[in-house]
Structures are given as C-alpha cells and as structure tokens.
C-alpha cells in the first residue's frame, strides 16, 4: 500500500469514527455507497475503512431490508483485542510485561483493601483458608485465578481490570524464564498471600502495598537470578 492510500485510509478512518461518536449507539451512519460519496472516497478505500472501525467495536455492517453501516460502542472484550494487538506490534519483553503485572497487582490489591463489601471480604477469608492445600504448581495457578477474579469485584474498577488482564496474558502468553518462586511446596508463596489477603481483610490499604510488594520483589529477584 502507498504511502498516499494508507493516509487517505487514515484521514477517512477518523473522519467517519468522529461521525459515529457524533450520533446514538445503533443509530444508522449510512449505506456503503451514501459513506462512500459524503466522504469522497472510493467504494474500496470505505471498504477498508470499515473493516478498521469494525475491529475497534465501532462499526456494524449490516446486510438485507434495513441494512447499511450502523455505529457501535466497544465493549472491554473489543478494547481488550485492541491493547494485546498493540502490544502484540510493540513487542514488549518479558522483564517489562513482569514489571506492569507487578504494579498493576500492587495496586488492585491496595484497592481492594478498602473494600467494605461484607460478602466479598467473606469469600476472600474463605480463599485464605484454601491456601495450606496449595502445595503444587497446578494448585496454586487455581488459587491465583480466583483470587486475581476475586479481587477484580472488590475493586470494580473496569478499565484498570482490562489492563490487568491484557498484561497478564501478553505476559503469560509469551517464553518466560523458569522462575524458581514456587520452591519446594511452595511454603514462601502461601505465606506471602497469606499476608496480603490478611493486610486486605484488615482494612489496611499501606501494609497491603507493603506485603504485594514484597512478594512482587522475590519474583523480579527469581527473573534476574534465572537471566
């Protein structure tokens, strides 16, 4: 593609994404031919535009009596594909994508310490007490996925979830070292979310930073000691 078409494509995408913005979700933009004369593009330079604005989960295309290019709104699962493609064209390294895990779970776990739901905090005591069963691998990649969902609905906070969930599974779908931070049965791990989940329950938002952060710390350590 020329360096003319692929700015033609890029004016046009941002043209007809503000008219989308412009008007009510469902709402008909047009059919291809009524977009392709108002923006004064050809059939085949729309078509492509199209297809850009689809994938971002702002254009539905719809065929038959009634059809025609109607706007849409992203759902997180749309924004989702969105950041991994992005961080799929920048490529990040693993120490970076360990970095962002790290600090993302410091703070949903800081966040989630001054949650005062009465039923989450008590699903999350029930969590703890599972921990002195998590003596393998495969236990505790269990554990850590209902603690990580867990969490996420104490915090309820949509956007910085999506960014969590992005970089866990770029980072998780991606070679990494073997890091040695499940050591024997996996003792240093359960008493380090022992303590955070007993920092969350007791309200304290500072010492729940303190002990995510510890625990993130022997992770980096295990990373450049496996370097």
């Known amino acids: ?37 108002s923006l004064e593009v050809g ?23 009634g059809g025609g290019y109607y706007g849409a709104r ?13 961080m799929r064209m920048n490529p990040a390294s693993y120490e970076e994508a360990l970095d962002m895990t790290s600090l993302l779970f410091n703070e949903l776990a800081t966040a989630a310490a001054r949650c005062t739901d009465a039923g989450l905090r008590a699903r999350l005591a029930t969590l703890a007490e599972t921990l002195p069963g998590c003596t393998t691998m495969a236990d505790s ?3 850590e996925m209902e603690f990580q969902e867990l969490l996420f609905r104490m915090v309820r906070r949509p956007l910085f979830e999506m960014l969590t969930r992005v970089t866990l ?27 955070i989940i007993a920092a969350i329950l007791a309200n304290d938002a500072d ?14 350590r295990a990373y450049l000691e496996a370097r």
């Open 141 to 143: 990649g269990r554990f």
């Open 74 to 86: 992203p759902d997180a699962a749309a924004l989702e594909r969105g950041l991994h493609a992005y």
């Open 207 to 220: 010492l729940t930073r303190f002990e995510a952060n510890r625990q993130n710390r022997a992770v980096v």
């Open 169 to 195: 599974h770029y980072s998780t779908a991606h070679t990494a070292p073997d890091l040695k931070v499940f050591d024997d049965d996996g003792a240093a791990w359960r008493e380090g979310r022992a303590r």
């Open 43 to 65: 059939i085949v330079t729309l078509q492509q535009v199209a297809r850009v604005l689809e994938h971002e989960g702002l254009l539905e295309v719809r065929r038959g009596p």
């Open 1 to 37: 593609m020329s360096g003319k078409k692929a700015s033609l494509i890029v004016r046009t995408t941002a043209i007809l994404r503000e008219k989308i913005y412009a008007v009510p979700e469902g709402e008909r933009i047009g059919s291809l031919h009524e977009l392709a004369r």
